[in-house]
């Protein structure tokens, strides 16, 4: 490689900022809201199994129960049917999953990508863990409740 080509790189590798990782993903919203934001997350990444309509067949051997949670239809904001408690007579949408009235979120735990070995987190492994992004999403959501502590639509 001659000289000026070389100096020629070096010049434009000094020209242009680095590229850091976190500009690759979009900045995440100040107030993300169900529809708009959270909502293409859990399609993508939950929906697989938290679909009301999806009844899985497998059976945990060590519980006896269904290996496809039963709970939080992400698919859907709002909870249908009697959900003064939650049982078969409440479909659980992803409102009530999020703010447990008297516990507080179900999800945050489960959706921190830094849990990556806990068995408990969502989506489960082998499946990858949500990114930073999705993750920061849907934590900015839960925390952004209103004044009633349901979730904002």
Known sequence: ???????????L??????????????EVPANPTYAKDVKPIFMARCV???????RGEEINPMTGNPITPAICHLNRYESM?????VGPACSVGASLCANIPGSGSYMAPKVDPAVEDDPARMPPPPAPALNDYESAVINRWLTNLDPSGAPLP
């Open 48 to 54: 697989r199994c938290h679909d009301e309509t999806f």
């Open 81 to 85: 049917g009697d959900c003064t408690t």
């Open 13 to 26: 590798a000094a020209a242009v900022p680095a590229i850091s990782l976190s500009g690759c993903s979009p």
């Open 1 to 11: 490689m001659s000289k000026a080509l070389l100096a020629s790189v070096f010049a």
